[in-house]
């Protein structure tokens, strides 16, 4: 199994511009989740999906950030009119979870974003 | 709320010895599920264990070791014997079980590992 890739792996954008990001979940995984980290800090979650689904959004995802999870398989983030403290690296993860209980998630390499 | 906490947020060490990192947990469900990842220079966060909370065994695993206490609602991880390629951030986190929209994951803040030759 290949792990999860992300891409890019970094972007530096000027503040305002639009952003997307891609994640390629491991294959088979019915879940997949983005999560952002910023310096010195644990990751925080932003949004999770269940195949094409997106099941559950924090309240740090505002409305300049859309997720979506075509076809359940890849998924792609985008940041819109991007501000200085979208600074952070984004994090997508990807589990699989046949019925109840918990799942383990696995983590991609991360896209560094930096908006000047 | 759940919440982690890692208390330590730096740990530095010469080759060989042992290392605990401490790892405090908060929340009220009954099932839930406790995980230590491993974030190298390379920014990856690399799984190391996964525990469930009505599985109170300490596990070991080569040169890892984990000590779950619900009394305690700690979940510690100790290296024997580190070594230098055992240098990165170290994360606890927390998820809470049977939730129909899916099991995020609650981070502490790290406890970064410097091991000196």
């Known amino acids: 199994d290949t792990g999860v890739s992300q891409d890019p792996r970094h972007k530096i954008t000027k503040r305002g511009q639009n952003v997307t990001f891609r994640c390629d979940p491991i294959?088979?995984?019915?879940?997949l989740y983005w999560y952002r980290q910023t310096l010195g800090q644990g990751p925080e979650f932003l949004t999770y999906f269940q195949n094409e689904a997106q099941l559950e959004k924090s309240r740090l995802l505002s409305d300049r950030f859309s997720a979506e999870r075509p076809k359940g398989s890849f998924s792609t983030l985008e940041i819109q009119r991007t501000e200085q403290g979208d600074s952070a690296m984004y994090l997508c993860?990807?589990?699989?979870?046949?019925?109840?209980?918990?799942?383990?998630?696995?983590f991609g390499p991360g896209t560094r974003l930096t908006v000047l | 709320a759940q919440k982690v906490t890692q208390a330590q947020t730096e740990i530095s060490v010469v080759e060989k010895e042992d290392v605990t990192l401490d790892c405090v947990y908060e929340t009220r469900d009954t099932t839930y599920y406790l995980f230590w990842y491993k974030q190298p220079p390379s920014g990856e966060l690399v799984f190391l264990i996964r525990?469930?909370?009505?599985?109170?065994q300490n596990e070991i695993s080569g040169r890892y070791s984990w000590n779950f206490q619900k009394s305690t609602s700690s979940f510690n991880f100790t290296i024997t014997a580190s070594q230098v390629v055992d240098s990165a951030v170290y994360f606890c986190?927390?998820?809470?079980?049977?939730?129909?929209?899916?099991?995020?994951?609650?981070f502490g803040g790290g406890t970064r590992v410097l091991v000196k030759p």
């Open positions: 986190a927390l998820s809470e079980g049977v939730k129909a929209a899916g099991n995020k994951l609650t």
């Open positions: 294959s088979e995984h019915n879940r």
């Open positions: 525990r469930n909370s009505f599985d109170e």
């Open positions: 993860a990807s589990s699989y979870l046949a019925g109840g209980g918990g799942d383990t998630q696995y």
